[in-house]
């Protein structure tokens, strides 16, 4: 009887620290936000959206790069930046956090897509592929104007069909190399699809027009 006594202490006490360590690494993320937002947020706590001060974003995002190479932003950081957007759009009244943390998001989709290149086969360029990652490194803001710049249906030389066919071999890529089911991998994918639905918006814009 006492051994099967000392064998239940054994297992609360492994499932105590089990549980104290998951709350210290929520609590990590929630810090690792904390001070990614922190360039963003003024003294009364509030987030205007843009920021007043251009330099606020970008400390911001040079804190994302910072935090990215650290290795800090693990799927326990995906994790709690998607339930704090989540309750921010809940709640309805934050538009300027909604709209932070969706740049969070942004960031560290272009981060971490950027870090691989599939642009040069050989000593071709492919040019659809080099122009997707130069959206993928472009904030959300500029891909109206590279898309228009960039294409056919406008000054551009990438067609379409080509952008659009390399965009969703991007996405397979990355369903392939991310854990199925994954915050990261769902972040890397919505962002990729992001590009994708702008490039039709502009290429119906474009064709409505002639």
Known sequence: MKDYEELALSVMSIVDR???????????????????LKPVVDE?????????DPEALKAMEEEVMQMEQEGQLDEGFLSEVNA????????????GLVAMLQKVL???ASIVLSKRSYAKRGNEVLKAEEFLEVLIKAPEEEWNKLLLDGMTVGKGDVSPEDLNAVIKKRIERTLIRTEGGSYQQRVLTEY?????????????????RT
């Open 18 to 36: 089990l549980v104290h360590k998951t709350n210290e690494k929520i609590e990590s993320s929630t810090d690792v936000l904390k001070g990614i």
């Open 192 to 208: 990729l699809k992001g590009i994708q639905s702008r490039a039709e918006e502009i290429v119906q814009v474009l064709q409505g």
């Open 44 to 52: 009364k706590e509030e987030i205007p959206w843009p920021p007043r």
């Open 84 to 95: 704090q957007l989540r309750q921010a759009k809940e709640d309805g009244d934050k538009p």
């Open 106 to 108: 942004q960031l560290y």
